[in-house]
């Protein structure tokens, strides 16, 4: 009982960054419909910023979300700019950002391997390896310190999307954008600061992957896989989604590769996606997609 | 007194074809209008040219001696033209509350706007005993009165509604019509798109007919009504 607890207890320790992780996609195809595939090479991105920050100033990796959300949310809205603005009215617009963003994760991936190699690379501060005990119970401290950070800025996100004027407008936007735009809200700008918001949360996730997981360029085709499978499950859009499906999965996965082996565990994510896919492609809280 | 003016409005979609071929109307203040006409006339696509959701290719739009050619909908709101669309828009997994709130979008005093959306729940009290409720949970009715409550918290002087007893049983598109009936008492202009040409007419002081895309017909809503013309393709004879 104690070692399932203790399975369990590791799995929803990562389940909050998943959750981060994931929150930044759900968002931006919940507010435009952009499938962004270049969300896990954002988050790359964003851990060899936190990396380079480690090693050369000596910057603690949880402290380099000070640096990686802004940059990251300035990114956003120059990506929003370039490839989405002029886009945004295409009928073919869902299909489209499909293909855009997996381009855009490619170029990402090539960039990062010209200038930093693909080493395997992390930031190692000494939380990194340690571990709390709570009773008969461990955590990885890294990790317990990086669900604590993401609960912390999840929480943060849910009251700017709950209470602010901004949110009113996101949540309006993601539910009627013809309605939205009828009270005069300005979509156009929404889409890109929602844009930008997306990918300060893949910067903050790039902060904390960087000390619990090791990562080269290509590690975003894996990452992008395990987030897919997380929305998918939650449902494409719907933020409570992600951070349910975030914590159902991970803990499966835990206990799957305690029970399997680790090898085993990244598939867990592969073969739920297929198995959501397959038998409820609306997810837990989606909306069936209306055919149009 | 006219508060508003369309002069030669010429409108398309995307770059599809002219809608809206030439549509000129002068609009009295107080005065409530309603347009008829065959589907595919312009009838909604002049509501939307109107409100800034679409931007006309030719023509002039003056509201209350305002050149509004060219303002964006949040400038055209302020400046009090409200737009009830025709499939209620709402947002549906917001609550009846949170929709009123975002009625007054375009305001920056939240008092002001805390205080409009108890003007409006006077008027449809349904909605302030809703007020919690996810507006997507509310009946056809009731959205209907949502989405016209949600124009009303600007306080506009001119509320434009599309289709408002669109897929409403009889009974209650007669307590829509019965709530624009206070609308019009308030002094509002209104001007009122209807499939229904019979009930829309009968609610209005001028009736306009359009037809592919443009003004064939203004006159007072009752002569519109006995017209033999009118009666044979947009009303239905009765005999």
């Not at chain 1, 929803?12 to 595939?37: H, P, Y």
């Not at chain 1, 100033?57 to 979300?65: H, K, Q, T, V, Y």
């Not at chain 1, 990086?146 to 009251?159: D, K, M, Q």
């Not at chain 2, 025709?86 to 009846?96: E, G, H, I, Q």
């Amino acid at each position: 009982m104690t070692q399932i607890s203790q399975i369990i207890i590791l799995g929803l320790s990562l389940g909050g960054v998943f959750a981060l992780m994931s929150s930044g996609m759900t968002l931006i195809f919940g507010v435009m419909r952009i499938v962004n595939l270049a969300h896990a090479a954002f988050i790359v991105m964003a851990a060899y910023i936190a990396y380079w920050a480690f090693k050369l100033l000596g910057m603690d990796p949880i402290l380099s979300i000070v640096i990686t959300i802004p940059v990251m949310y300035l990114f956003g809205l120059l990506v929003y700019r370039v490839l989405f603005a002029k886009l945004i009215d295409n009928p073919r617009f869902v299909e489209l950002t499909v293909l855009i963003t997996f381009g855009l994760s490619l170029v990402i991936e090539g960039l990062l391997s010209y200038f930093f190699t693909g080493i395997y690379r992390s930031t190692t501060p000494r939380y990194a390896t340690d571990t709390l005990n709570f009773g008969p119970f461990y955590f990885p401290e890294g990790q317990f310190y990086a669900t604590v950070v993401s609960i912390i800025l999840l929480v943060g996100l849910w009251a700017l999307l709950r209470y602010t004027r901004l949110g009113y407008a996101i949540r309006a936007t993601t539910q009627n954008r013809t309605a939205a735009k009828t009270v005069g809200v300005n979509v156009h700008q929404i889409s890109m600061i929602t844009f930008g918001l997306g990918t300060a949360l893949a910067g903050a996730s790039g902060s904390l992957v960087s000390f619990l997981f090791t990562f080269f360029p290509a590690k975003h085709m894996e990452w992008v896989t395990i987030i897919l499978a997380l929305i998918v499950l939650g449902g494409m859009g719907s933020l409570i989604g992600s951070l349910v499906g975030s914590f159902l999965l991970s803990a499966l996965a835990a206990y799957v590769s305690f029970n399997f082996g680790p090898t085993w565990s990244p598939i867990t994510f592969y073969l739920a996606l297929f198995l959501i896919l397959l038998f409820r492609p609306q997810g837990l809280f989606g909306k069936k997609m209306e055919l149009q | 007194m006219v508060i508003l003016e369309t002069e030669d409005i010429v409108a398309g979609y995307g770059s599809g074809p002219d809608i809206l071929k030439g549509i000129s109307l002068q609009v009295e203040a107080g005065k409530t209008y309603c347009i008829i006409g065959p589907n595919g006339a312009g009838k909604s696509t002049y509501l939307k040219v109107i409100s800034g959701l679409l931007p006309s290719r030719k023509g002039r739009i003056t509201f209350k001696g305002a050149d509004l050619t060219g303002w964006r909908t949040d400038q055209i709101l302020r400046k009090g033209i409200c737009l009830v669309p025709s499939d209620r828009s709402l947002f549906p997994d917001m609550t009846v509350r949170e929709n009123l709130r975002m009625g007054g979008y375009v305001l920056s005093d939240q008092k002001q706007i805390d205080q409009r959306i108890a003007e409006v729940c006077e008027i449809f009290p349904i909605l302030g005993e809703r007020h919690a409720q996810q507006a997507k949970t509310l009946s056809g009715g009731q959205q209907q009165q949502l989405a016209i409550g949600r124009a009303l918290v600007l306080r506009p002087e001119l509320i434009m509604l599309d289709e408002p007893s669109l897929g409403l049983a009889p009974k209650i598109s007669k307590q829509i019509f019965d709530s624009i009936e206070i609308l019009k008492r308030a002094g509002m202009t209104v001007i009122i798109v209807e499939q229904n040409a019979r009930m829309g007419l009968e609610a209005a002081d001028w009736g306009v007919v359009l037809d592919l895309g443009k003004n064939s017909f203004i006159a007072e809503a009752q002569k519109v009504l006995q017209d033999e013309r009118i009666q044979e393709l947009y009303l239905g004879k009765k005999h």
